[in-house]
């Protein structure tokens, strides 16, 4: 048996999409984008939706929609994927690293308010595992401070806050689109706001720079256009945004699906005692992007690695989700960060795994999973 811990649910319907499209006109800035857009616009109850190449290029194009230079603050947790904070070293910007909740593992708060200064421009809130941060609270930091929140929400497309969509929680929000996570189109990003002014800089960041686009350029009659601000190729092209259609009808299935999944993982686990799972708290509908366990502090128990091993060596895929972005040795070489400074987070990358969850994984293939949990954990 091999259960991998992500997987896509790729259908007929889904292959039928895109094959229409390759025999199409257009490969790439044609009418799937927009349509694309609008749908998930829609879908979300946003007024803009912008569609990119990758999660991580949505990410820079946030920033730069809210002009963050060198000598910019931004404030974001280091328990999440590096590229969340690569986007900020793309601009020249200050990462300022926070440590985490230790029941959920989402942006501490308190240590938030503690690192905001004078060059703060914007908080990054990642909504880890696919549980939304606490975006009231977030919200009020950013009304007393003149701070952009910002929602890396890669992990929680279909989840909710106080019955809000995420999407619709902070300043910009940011969504991937890769194979693992709720919804894919092999890669890709979507940016979610409700102001306009910004979607107009993200279209022509990820257009290079250019101004009008081609289309524009034809109605008009003319072949001129200009570069004012120059941006990068993020475009992202008509068959991968056909495939975002077809899946976007299946994102609800895929989030109750998923949600299924960590109630029986939960009625397994909740009468151990060497492992706990991470809170939820009350007011949110979890995406569960990730489903993650964590081992008590036990002495003399099975740790992290050997559970790692037998669950791999039994066909099970599991992972650490995250190794705590400060400890990457490119920050620790530019950004002088080190072991020791965020100890929640440090602490718990020693305890976590992340056990298998996706829309396709079958009650036996989970029950396959909990037995070998349970198993692996008696022994020494
Ligand atoms: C997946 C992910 C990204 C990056 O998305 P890509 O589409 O792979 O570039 C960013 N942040 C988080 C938290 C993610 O899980």
Same mark, same amino acid.
Request: glycine content about 6%; some cysteine.
């Given at each position: 048996?091999?259960?991998?811990?992500?997987?896509?649910?790729?259908?007929?319907?889904?292959?039928?999409?895109?094959?229409?499209?390759?025999? $199409?006109?257009?490969?790439?800035?044609?009418?799937?984008? @927009?349509? /694309?857009?609008?749908?998930?616009?829609?879908?979300?109850?946003?007024?803009?939706?912008?569609?990119?190449?990758?999660?991580?290029?949505?990410?820079?194009?946030?920033?730069?929609?809210?002009?963050?230079?060198?000598?910019? @603050? =931004?404030?974001?947790?280091?328990?999440?994927?590096? $590229?969340?904070? #690569?986007?900020? =070293?793309?601009?020249?910007?200050?990462?300022?690293?926070?440590?985490?909740?230790? %029941?959920?593992?989402?942006?501490?708060?308190?240590?938030?308010?503690?690192?905001?200064?004078?060059?703060?421009?914007?908080?990054?809130?990642?909504?880890?595992?696919?549980?939304?941060?606490?975006?009231?609270?977030?919200?009020?930091?950013?009304?007393?401070?003149?701070?952009?929140?910002?929602?890396?929400?890669?992990?929680?497309?279909?989840?909710?806050?106080?019955?809000?969509?995420?999407?619709?929680?902070?300043?910009?929000?940011?969504?991937?689109?890769?194979?693992?996570?709720?919804?894919?189109?092999?890669?890709?990003?979507?940016?979610? *706001?409700?102001?306009?002014?910004?979607?107009?800089?993200?279209?022509? /960041?990820?257009?290079?720079?250019?101004?009008?686009?081609?289309?524009? %350029?034809?109605?008009?009659?003319?072949?001129?256009?200009?570069?004012? #601000?120059?941006? !990068?190729?993020? %475009?992202? *092209?008509? /068959?991968?945004?056909?495939?975002?259609?077809?899946?976007?009808?299946?994102?609800?299935?895929?989030?109750?699906?998923?949600?299924?999944?960590?109630?029986?993982?939960?009625?397994?686990?909740?009468?151990?005692?060497?492992?706990?799972?991470?809170?939820?708290?009350?007011?949110?509908?979890?995406?569960?992007?990730?489903?993650?366990?964590?081992?008590?502090?036990? %002495?003399?128990?099975?740790?992290?690695?050997?559970?790692?091993?037998?669950?791999?060596?039994?066909?099970?895929?599991?992972?650490?989700?995250?190794?705590?972005?400060?400890?990457?040795? !490119?920050?620790?070489?530019?950004?002088?960060?080190?072991?020791?400074?965020?100890?929640?987070?440090?602490?718990?990358?020693?305890?976590?795994?992340?056990?298998?969850?996706?829309? *396709?994984?079958?009650?036996?293939?989970?029950?396959? =999973?909990?037995?070998? =949990?349970?198993?692996?954990?008696? $022994?020494?």
């Amino acid at each position: 048996m091999h259960i991998p811990y992500g997987h896509q649910n790729i259908d007929e319907d889904d292959i039928d999409s895109v094959v229409q499209v390759l025999r $199409s006109d257009y490969l790439t800035t044609g009418p799937k984008i @927009e349509n /694309f857009e609008n749908r998930i616009a829609k879908y979300l109850g946003v007024k803009e939706a912008i569609a990119v190449s990758s999660g991580t290029a949505a990410l820079h194009c946030v920033l730069h929609a809210i002009g963050i230079k060198k000598g910019d @603050e =931004v404030i974001v947790p280091t328990m999440t994927f590096a $590229s969340t904070v #690569n986007a900020i =070293v793309f601009m020249g910007a200050l990462p300022v690293f926070v440590d985490v909740n230790k %029941r959920t593992l989402l942006i501490d708060i308190d240590a938030v308010k503690q690192n905001i200064n004078a060059n703060t421009k914007a908080i990054i809130a990642v909504d880890y595992a696919g549980q939304p941060c606490d975006y009231n609270l977030l919200y009020k930091l950013s009304q007393q401070n003149g701070i952009k929140i910002i929602a890396d929400a890669c992990h929680s497309l279909g989840a909710t806050y106080h019955n809000q969509n995420v999407g619709q929680l902070a300043d910009l929000t940011v969504f991937s689109m890769h194979p693992v996570k709720a919804i894919t189109s092999g890669e890709g990003g979507v940016i979610t *706001t409700e102001n306009t002014e910004w979607a107009k800089t993200i279209k022509q /960041f990820r257009n290079n720079g250019i101004l009008s686009d081609y289309h524009e %350029r034809k109605r008009k009659g003319s072949w001129v256009y200009d570069i004012v #601000n120059i941006g !990068y190729n993020y %475009r992202i *092209t008509d /068959f991968q945004c056909a495939l975002g259609i077809s899946q976007l009808h299946k994102l609800s299935s895929h989030i109750k699906k998923r949600q299924a999944i960590a109630s029986l993982y939960n009625a397994a686990f909740e009468s151990c005692t060497t492992i706990s799972y991470l809170d939820v708290e009350k007011n949110v509908s979890h995406a569960y992007h990730l489903y993650v366990i964590r081992l008590n502090e036990v %002495r003399d128990g099975v740790d992290q690695q050997e559970l790692f091993s037998r669950l791999t060596n039994q066909g099970i895929g599991v992972n650490v989700h995250y190794k705590p972005v400060h400890l990457h040795t !490119y920050y620790q070489k530019h950004y002088n960060t080190a072991d020791g400074m965020y100890p929640v987070a440090e602490k718990a990358y020693k305890q976590i795994l992340s056990l298998p969850i996706y829309p *396709t994984l079958s009650e036996n293939e989970v029950e396959y =999973v909990i037995t070998n =949990v349970l198993k692996a954990l008696e $022994s020494n």
